[in-house]
Each structure stands twice: as structure tokens, then as C-alpha cells.
């Protein structure tokens, strides 16, 4: 199971049948305040942050190795950390 946000997080800490869990922490853009355009833009960047850790997610799985599945589900994690602030704008 993989969350991409705090309040999923929050609302399933805990599934019997998960084999792993991951959390993939991503900022809501519909958080974000601004005009139309900001908005637009926090969403698209979402959006764009999520492809590339599925990428990277699918990249990592291999069945060959006992601990694939760990290591794709960290490397998702890993392309959200480093693109996080991409989803706010300074609109603010």
C-alpha cells in the first residue's frame, strides 16, 4: 500500500493484508491559494511529481531480488522528497 497523503496516511495506518507500506509524502495542491493559474500549476506539478516516482517505482521492481519491492517503494519516496516544494508556488 502506498499513501501520497497525510490524511490517507492517517486514515490507514494499518492494512492486515499490506504486505509493505510505503508513505510518499506529497503536498495537496488543492492546499495551494492563488488565482486559477496557480492553482492549475500545483496540480499539474503534482501530477508530473507522481509520474516520475511511478517510473521510478517500476524501474526499481525487480522480482529477482527478495528486497525489490522495499527498494522500489523507497525510491518513489525518494523522487517525492526531491521534488516536493515543486507542488506549492509562491502565491501563497
Do not use: K, N
Not at 488543492?30 to 521510478?56: K, T, Y
Amino acid at each position: 500500500m502506498i499513501t501520497v497523503c497525510d490524511a490517507a496516511r492517517d486514515a490507514c495506518p494499518y492494512l492486515p493484508t499490506a504486505a509493505l507500506t510505503a508513505h510518499w509524502g506529497l503536498e495537496d495542491p488543492a492546499g495551494v491559494s492563488g488565482d486559477h493559474a496557480a492553482q492549475l500549476q500545483a496540480f499539474r506539478a503534482a501530477r508530473d511529481v507522481l509520474r516520475d516516482a511511478i517510473r521510478d517505482f517500476l524501474t526499481a521492481l525487480d522480482a529477482d531480488r527478495p528486497d525489490a519491492l522495499r527498494q522500489a517503494l523507497d525510491a518513489g519516496r525518494a523522487r517525492i522528497a526531491r521534488h516536493s516544494t515543486t507542488i506549492t508556488t509562491d502565491s501563497h
